[in-house]
RNA sequence: GCCCGGGUGGUGAAAUCGGUAGACACACCGGACUUAAAAUCCGGAGCCGCGAGGCGUGCGGGUUCGACUCCCGCUCCGGGCACCA
């Protein structure tokens, strides 16, 4: 054993033995319970990133613990291949994608291996390749026939310098990224997958997810945004609209329909393209809104914008005309493309009719402002105010019926009682909800019904590197797909990629085609599929990456469901939920027997960095690394100034944001591990914060955590020989007679592993890496080796720091487990129990509080009364000096913790 | 705009069911070793105060013998918003 800790050599070492073992290749079979860990795969964008690297780290803590604790650990990789980078990078440099994004799989691997990761690289797969979408088009084909898969209008950005379908990322205010052209909306064909069938079933499955942060939980729930009301048909008035037809809106506040005073449409909606066929101005309103991209952030915080039309509705129960507007606002695919609007009741309503001044009709009283309403009259007490008011049947702004309603306050838009509504006067706001939908069923003109804020995933992507969609179109027979013995449909990867149109739309040789029903001719779909399609069942492919029969097998079953799924927060609603329908979709197809892929998830937070910089006058910031800079401090350690380490000059300090190229603020973990080694790297991601939570990077935190790594090989290198023999006192530890000074070492580690293991259940890896830190203080301290015990109180302790290490620094765990002569390979030792015997103690501390506050302590026997607790408390000298020779009136006892005597 | 998180010393963080706030580190200060430095080791330290003591978990209220923890209101920062992955 060297003395020196090189983190190259031990790493290499046990990198190769690991390799001669295959030590990671995992087969389905054996007595063992299986465990599944799975890190999100990658996208094979150059080289790795920090975010990469804390990923895979918390992934293969939590595999090498499994394996510890005896489970048949599978830890998969892949690449999550296809994707806009390698388009991009193909515009760039002239590259092909295909060609770019296997050199940079080829890289990012090395990379992977050299960390340490305990993976099945037997199982890699590679989503661009025809051996794993070929299933993907398989699938295709079976959910569009079984009609899960459909096609209809979708609105997309549209570039209309380049002629090029825009990402929302590649949308810029509202304008193309590359052109700088304003962007339009547009609508094409577009291919569907009904994930709304699956929605109360996606919902109601969440309860079942115990494992799951509840954080997440709630985000699906309300993505998927299940909400009970009513459909209202609002008739069309023959005389200005000139033909029949009813208005569907969709409302959970039908209690609110006779305040109702005018209803609103998309600029798509039918109504709105009748009003502007005769209205020029309407058409005009209705071209303007075409302007602009399709990202709900922007739809939601752009003006509001709308113009009236000659249309008029029927009102179902009152019969009154109300007018047609169309606003911006109202999109058609969201719901029915229009809204009944209540502006007295409905914030977003209140300012557009203030804005066009329209009719606010007030038609319930908010809970507040108290039970007492006339309904003859509309008077009312206003508790808020102390003040009797009067209702306004009708509010309009400067009048002063309308105080009230002049400004909006939340409390409108509450639940209620009923006013100023005919026969549901009275009513509290769910009773007229009741009353009103029975009273349109009877009429015809609508009914309860449950409606989802989930929409319909379109999948048809308008780019080259992606997954081909497997449908050909002839003239005669319509949409055919791609029978299974014609499948894959494969791309051409030898492509020029330019950025304007999709290079397959320009490929003869690949669209010409001949139709599988009639053998006429006929043309081939030329969109992809969206790249979260591959991503929602590579999961299961891990089991069977190698079978080129089928997309599932057995090998499938026995693996599924994921047993552990780590990944980003930023994942936490789109790629899960598809997952989950997905897995739902194939279970269907008789694929597979699981209906929830992700049994426990685990989502990890940002790595983040300090950022610096230097602005010129009227220039750009210029970002500077921070490995370039040095910081200037005062004498409490607060940093005060930064300098640029080549210029000696000083530069701005720029805050602490998410390691992103644009702010050169990030570290490459190449260089980290080529200076410090993968068991460093690896130490500091998991110490410095719990893995849900967001990570500083720090270079002298780094240092410390190398530091520390240093210490522990120092300590096996001094005491290997002691710990040897102190193998053989091993034997009933806990009968031993320790001295008083070795008993405490011994209950300090034997607390750490147990405080180790509980927070190892919580996923707190930090704590864990603290807990080894404080376990190699203790020993260190220890008395030394004059007393006899100490070499089994030292082995003993030593194993188990080096098994708590070992999930999280494998390496150096590997390298001082053999050096120290414990028995066989640290990978499958058996995870450390904690001694109850060892944390035994007879005599305890107790805090001790006066009115609350802490004053002093007592100590007494572990197994004292409470009387004598009480006793000893008021008994203790900062009970005389602080009770102000006041009686006790009370004095609480919190077992194991504190006395609190209040007088 | 809507949905979901977060805010604790100079810094990263810890505190399991409402019971010692700041474990473990980083940075800093002092000391040892050294011709010197690096490395290593030992010690100190939340803030204010000479001290007794007071004050302290983003801000303002509340509940409680006792609140980082529970409740109400605010504020700032981050993630997602359906074509980035």
């Known amino acids: 054993m060297q003395e020196r800790y090189s983190a190259e050599d031990v790493e290499t070492a046990a990198q190769q033995h690991w390799d001669s073992q295959q030590a990671f290749r995992v087969v389905e079979d054996g007595p063992a319970p299986k465990f599944y860990c799975l890190s999100m795969f990658p996208y094979p964008s150059g080289k790795l990133h920090m975010g990469h690297v804390r990923n895979y780290t918390i992934g293969d803590v939590i595999s090498r613990q499994a394996r510890m604790k005896g489970f048949n650990v599978m830890q998969p990789m892949g690449?999550?291949?296809?994707?806009?980078?390698?388009?991009?990078?193909?515009?760039?440099?002239?590259?092909?994608?295909?060609?770019?994004?296997?050199?940079?799989?080829?890289?990012?691997?090395?990379?992977?291996?050299?960390?340490?990761?305990?993976i099945d690289w037997s199982r890699e797969l590679a989503t661009?390749?025809?051996?794993?979408?070929?299933?993907?088009?398989?699938?295709?084909?079976?959910?569009?026939?079984?009609?899960?898969?459909?096609?209809?209008?979708?609105?997309?950005?549209?570039?209309?310098?380049?002629?090029?379908?825009?990402?929302?990322?590649?949308?810029?205010?509202?304008?193309?990224?590359?052109?700088?052209?304003?962007?339009?909306?547009?609508?094409?064909?577009?291919?569907?997958?009904?994930?709304?069938?699956?929605?109360?079933?996606?919902?109601?499955?969440?309860?079942?997810?115990?494992?799951?942060?509840?954080?997440?939980?709630?985000?699906?729930?309300?993505?998927?945004?299940?909400?009970?009301?009513?459909?209202?048909?609002?008739?069309?008035?023959?005389?200005?609209?000139?033909?029949?037809?009813?208005?569907?809106?969709?409302?959970?506040?039908?209690?609110?329909?006779?305040?109702?005073?005018?209803?609103?449409?998309?600029?798509?909606?039918?109504?709105?393209?009748?009003?502007?066929?005769?209205?020029?101005?309407?058409?005009?309103?209705?071209?303007?809104?075409?302007?602009?991209?399709?990202?709900?952030?922007?739809?939601?915080?752009?003006?509001?914008?709308?113009?009236?039309?000659?249309?008029?509705?029927?009102?179902?129960?009152?019969?009154?005309?109300?007018?047609?507007?169309?606003?911006n606002y109202v999109l058609m695919g969201y719901g029915e493309g229009a809204v009944m609007a209540v502006p007295a009741h409905d914030e977003r309503d209140f300012a557009f009719a203030q804005k066009f001044g329209l009719t606010i009709k007030p038609v319930i009283i908010p809970g507040k402002w108290g039970q007492r309403v006339d309904n003859a009259s509309g008077v009312f007490d206003d508790p808020s105010a102390k003040l009797q008011r009067k209702f306004p049947i009708v509010a309009r702004?400067?009048?002063?019926?309308?105080?009230?309603?002049?400004?909006?306050?939340?409390?409108?838009?509450?639940?209620?009682?009923?006013?100023?509504?005919?026969?549901?006067?009275?009513?509290?706001?769910?009773?007229?909800?009741?009353?009103?939908?029975?009273?349109?069923?009877?009429?015809?003109?609508g009914r309860k019904r449950v409606q989802y804020r989930l929409r319909d995933w379109g999948i048809s992507r308008q780019r080259y590197w992606g997954c081909p969609i497997p449908m050909i179109y002839c003239e005669a027979c319509g949409d055919v797909p791609v029978p299974d013995e014609q499948l894959p449909v494969t791309l051409p990867e030898d492509v020029a990629v330019t950025g304007r149109g999709s290079p397959l739309a320009r490929m003869?040789?690949?669209?010409?085609?001949?139709?599988?029903?009639?053998?006429?001719?006929?043309?081939?779909?030329?969109?992809?599929?969206?790249?979260?399609?591959?991503?929602?069942?590579?999961?299961?492919?891990?089991?069977?990456?190698?079978?080129?029969?089928?997309?599932?097998?057995?090998?499938?079953?026995?693996?599924?469901?994921?047993?552990?799924?780590?990944?980003?927060?930023?994942?936490?609603?789109?790629?899960l939920l598809y997952s989950r329908f997905f897995t739902r979709a194939m279970r269907d197809e008789g694929l597979t027997r699981v209906s929830e892929p992700f049994t426990r998830l685990l989502t990890q937070g940002m790595v983040v960095a300090e950022t610096?910089?230097?602005?010129?006058?009227?220039?750009?910031?210029?970002?500077?690394?921070?490995?370039?800079?040095?910081?200037?401090?005062?004498?409490?350690g607060r940093i005060v100034a930064a300098t640029l380490v080549a210029d000696g000059a000083p530069v701005v300090i720029g805050g602490t944001e998410k390691m992103s190229k644009s702010k050169n603020n990030g570290v490459d973990p190449q260089?980290?591990?080529?200076?410090?080694?993968?068991?460093?790297?690896?130490?500091?991601?998991?110490?410095?914060?719990?893995?849900?939570?967001?990570?500083?990077?720090?270079?002298?935190?780094?240092?410390?955590?190398?530091?520390?790594?240093?210490?522990?090989?120092?300590?096996?290198?001094?005491n290997r020989e002691l710990m040897c023999s102190g193998l053989s006192a091993t034997a009933g530890r806990d009968g031993l007679d320790l001295p008083p000074?070795?008993?405490?070492?011994?209950?300090?580690?034997?607390?750490?592993?147990?405080?180790?293991?509980?927070?190892?259940?919580?996923?707190?890896?930090?704590?864990?890496?603290?807990?080894?830190?404080?376990?190699?203080?203790?020993?260190?301290?220890?008395?030394?080796?004059?007393?006899?015990?100490?070499?089994?109180?030292?082995?003993?302790?030593?194993?188990?720091?080096l098994r708590l290490l070992a999930p999280i620094t494998p390496h150096i765990s590997h390298a001082l487990w053999r050096a120290c002569g414990f028995d066989g390979d640290i990978l499958d030792a058996p995870w450390p129990e904690a001694s109850e015997g060892a944390l035994k103690q007879d005599r305890i501390e107790l805090m001790l509080q006066i009115n609350g506050k802490l004053r002093g302590s007592i100590q007494i026997d572990a197994e004292?009364?409470?009387?004598?607790?009480?006793?000893?408390?008021?008994?203790?000298?900062?009970?005389?000096?602080?009770?102000?020779?006041?009686?006790?009136?009370?004095?609480?006892?919190?077992?194991?913790?504190?006395?609190?005597?209040?007088?």
């Not at 760039?92 to 940079?104: D, F, G, L, M, R």
Request: with cysteine; aromatic share 12%.
């Open 79 to 118: 690449w999550d291949a296809f994707g806009m980078p390698a388009e991009n990078a193909a515009i760039q440099n002239e590259v092909p994608p295909a060609k770019w994004t296997y050199a940079n799989i080829d890289y990012m691997k090395g990379q992977l291996k050299r960390l340490g990761f305990g």
């Open 128 to 327: 661009c390749t025809p051996a794993y979408y070929r299933w993907e088009q398989w699938l295709f084909t079976r959910l569009y026939r079984k009609g899960l898969i459909y096609k209809r209008l979708g609105t997309v950005n549209w570039d209309p310098v380049d002629e090029t379908v825009l990402a929302n990322e590649q949308v810029i205010d509202g304008r193309g990224w590359r052109s700088g052209a304003e962007v339009e909306k547009r609508e094409i064909p577009m291919y569907y997958m009904k994930i709304t069938a699956y929605a109360d079933e996606l919902l109601t499955a969440l309860d079942d997810l115990p494992d799951w942060p509840e954080q997440v939980k709630q985000m699906q729930r309300n993505w998927i945004g299940r909400s009970e009301g009513v459909e209202i048909h609002f008739p069309y008035d023959l005389t200005t609209v000139g033909e029949s037809g009813v208005l569907k809106v969709f409302t959970t506040r039908a209690d609110t329909l006779m305040g109702a005073t005018y209803v609103a449409v998309a600029a798509e909606h039918p109504l709105a393209r009748l009003a502007a066929a005769s209205e020029p101005a309407v058409a005009e309103f209705v071209e303007d809104c075409i302007k602009g991209g399709v990202a709900e952030a922007d739809l939601a915080t752009m003006e509001k914008k709308g113009i009236a039309t000659s249309l008029r509705v029927v009102h179902p129960i009152s019969g009154e005309y109300l007018p047609v507007w169309i606003a």
């Open 508 to 575: 003869p040789e690949f669209y010409e085609c001949s139709c599988p029903k009639c053998g006429g001719a006929a043309r081939r779909e030329t969109d992809t599929m969206d790249t979260f399609v591959e991503s929602s069942w590579y999961f299961l492919r891990y089991a069977c990456p190698d079978n080129a029969a089928a997309m599932v097998d057995a090998r499938a079953d026995y693996w599924a469901p994921v047993d552990q799924y780590v990944g980003g927060i930023e994942h936490a609603i789109l790629h």
């Open 397 to 445: 702004y400067g009048t002063s019926e309308s105080l009230s309603w002049s400004h909006w306050q939340d409390c409108f838009a509450e639940l209620g009682r009923v006013v100023n509504s005919g026969r549901y006067d009275g009513m509290r706001s769910s009773e007229a909800v009741d009353a009103i939908a029975a009273d349109l069923e009877t009429k015809g003109l």
């Open 612 to 636: 610096y910089y230097r602005q010129p006058d009227a220039g750009k910031r210029q970002w500077l690394n921070p490995a370039d800079v040095a910081v200037e401090r005062d004498d409490k």
């Open 864 to 903: 004292a009364p409470r009387a004598q607790i009480e006793r000893d408390a008021l008994a203790s000298d900062a009970a005389a000096k602080f009770m102000d020779g006041k009686p006790a009136k009370k004095v609480i006892v919190v077992p194991g913790r504190l006395v609190n005597i209040v007088c």
């Open 741 to 801: 000074a070795l008993a405490d070492v011994r209950r300090e580690v034997h607390g750490c592993l147990k405080q180790a293991d509980y927070d190892f259940g919580k996923h707190q890896f930090n704590t864990v890496a603290s807990a080894t830190m404080k376990i190699l203080n203790a020993l260190e301290k220890a008395p030394d080796a004059e007393c006899p015990e100490w070499a089994a109180v030292a082995a003993e302790g030593f194993s188990i720091l």
């Open 671 to 718: 260089a980290l591990v080529e200076r410090y080694g993968a068991d460093t790297a690896r130490f500091f991601i998991i110490f410095a914060a719990p893995p849900d939570q967001q990570l500083e990077w720090s270079d002298s935190g780094v240092e410390g955590a190398f530091r520390f790594l240093k210490r522990v090989w120092t300590f096996a290198h001094r």
